[in-house]
């Protein structure tokens, strides 16, 4: 995988076990970041977090009891994160090697592969370790700057997966409906403008969580805690809308419009494929590929809709049935918190499942992830051995 890869995979493990060295003592607090911040904002005793700043919201009733997460999940989430960071450096890196490699790889939807590729590589490098460690620390070490990426890289990456996924089933479509079958190899002029088209959108589409997103310093059981969070006051009339209607804002565009796009294109072009099954004999080989192709790409979209799922019905239901008012609020908040976990490790598997998909999908695809394996295992034996031979050669 090369050296800078490995730099990566080491630094972000360095940022997870130093998470879990932090994480000893606050196993025993009551909470993580995100939830100690929303049970009481102005409680009245000295157990409660107490928000720091000019702006502070009416009295909240106290809890019944805290909200908390078991330590068992604790270490399962990290388990799972490890396994998904591991996976999913290893399987996007040979997806981006293979792309890189092989001309004949080298069209206009296996670029758009490749971009949603490195898009998944970014979020796995950046978000993942900072994920783990917002769950087992309570602190922020990090500053403010890291603070307001992390959000930002998230959605950029969500949105250049979205984007990607919606110019793949077009490009499917009109693949299969046309007649021709030449076959551009490199990277044609409209892709290359659909690359820097789908990169600008989502970077600027996430602008606003890098706003939104801010260090706040709170009193808690005598600690001086930093967190990061979307802060519950906005300065703007626009991120005051920004933050009442952010949930339904990402299921609609992050989630169903991705969806409703293959949906329309996969159905034209099901009646496209049945409307030309009369077509000439020396067109069947090129259907068979476009057909290939269309069926790799609608289970990237599969996939997707899959792990995205469970994250956007979290948010949805604690939108609708949540009430600040309720006494009981912290034990459905602590179930909340749980399925925002598990809908966060199910999103971040969509980063790593892609190129299985592909490989489960796509013959071709298959065929090059099998032979760059390989080469990658001789390759970790060859060194395991020579490390076994130097070793036995001391006294």
Known sequence: MGKATMFLILASFKIILLSRVRSEDSFRAASPPRNITENQWNAPNSSSPQLKGPNRSAPLPMCSGPTRIRDVFKYINTFVSCFVFLIGIIGNVTLLRIIKAHKCMRNGPNILIASLALGDLIHIV???????????????????????????????????????????????????????LIKALGIPK????KLVLIWAVSTLLAAPEAVAFDLITMDYKGERLRICLLHPVQSSQFMKFYKAAKDWWLFGFYFLVPLACTAVFYGRMCWEMLRGGGQRTEMNYHLKQRREAARAVFCLVLAFAVCWFPLHLSRILKLTIYDEKDPGRCDLLSTFLVLDYVGINMASLNSCINPIALYAASKRFKKHFQVNLMSLCCLCSARSTDMSNNFNTFP
Request: proline letters at 5%; one cysteine or more; charged letters at 15%.
């Open 126 to 180: 950046i978000d993942i370790p900072v994920n783990v460690y917002k769950l087992l620390a309570v602190d922020w070490p990090f500053g403010v700057m890291v603070c307001k990426l992390v959000p930002f890289v998230q959605k950029t990456t969500v949105g250049i997966t979205v984007l990607s996924l919606c110019a793949l089933s077009i490009d499917r479509y009109r693949v299969v409906a046309s007649r021709s």
């Open 190 to 193: 409209w892709t290359a403008f």
